[in-house]
């Protein structure tokens, strides 16, 4: 009787845990990277008994991995669910190859993923709506003309000198006339001794005595 006893205690523990092993590797059949972890993401000290904050967070979601719990902060941590289990940008699906590997844990994160897609497209700076210019029209004054003022030229009288007469030649001076002697005159013979005269042009006088 204690013999059966004891078989049956032993074969419900071992129930038990082997329920608790297949519900939990049935869990993280549920996960990003699932597989890399054991029963201490979701017990604590592997008691079966308690559960941990993200075992209890899992299964408020219907222990199925959405984008709206990929979203969501791991319980104690900085990052999101994506983050921490390798899908950073909540795409994953069952099934489907995870976009990261990562290392397993069991209450905290070690390293968050980042999403590749986010990471490499540039952030762009949204387009400023530029406010309509209004411009104002010109009011130019229009332009006054001055009326163009026409100097009459002023012609300078002519300052040229009038023309010298042509030079004429002195008139020559006249020689004086040559002195002639005058004509001798004979007075009347009344004797005496005749003179002779020294001019060449005289003649000779005679006097009588």
């Avoid at 082997?18 to 592997?46: I, T, V």
């Avoid at 719990?69 to 069952?94: I, L, Q």
Wanted: glycine share 6%.
């Amino acid at each position: 009787m204690k013999i059966f006893l004891a078989f049956t205690t032993t074969a419900l523990i071992v129930a038990s845990t082997f329920d608790s092993a297949m519900g939990l590797a049935k869990y993280l059949d549920e996960l990003p990277n699932g597989s890399s972890f054991s029963q201490e993401l979701g017990h604590p000290n592997k008691d079966s008994s308690k559960y941990t904050d993200f075992a209890t967070a899992f299964a408020d979601a219907g222990h199925a991995w959405s984008a709206d719990f990929c979203a969501k902060t791991f319980p104690g941590s900085s990052m999101t669910n994506g983050e921490a289990f390798g899908d950073p940008c909540c795409t994953w699906t069952k099934g489907d190859t995870p976009d990261a590997t990562v290392t397993a844990f069991t209450t905290s994160p070690t390293k968050a993923t980042v999403c590749e897609s986010t990471a490499d497209s540039p952030t762009e700076t949204p387009a400023t709506t530029e406010s309509p210019t209004t411009e104002s029209p010109t009011t130019a004054p229009p332009a006054t003309e001055t009326p163009a003022t026409i100097i009459p030229a002023t012609v300078a009288p002519s300052t040229t000198a009038p023309a010298l007469p042509a030079y004429t030649n002195a008139p020559s001076t006249t020689e004086p006339p040559v002195v002639t002697d005058p004509p001798i005159t004979e007075s009347p013979t009344s004797g005496g001794c005749g003179v002779k005269s020294d001019s060449p042009h005289q003649s000779y006088r005679h006097f009588r005595h």
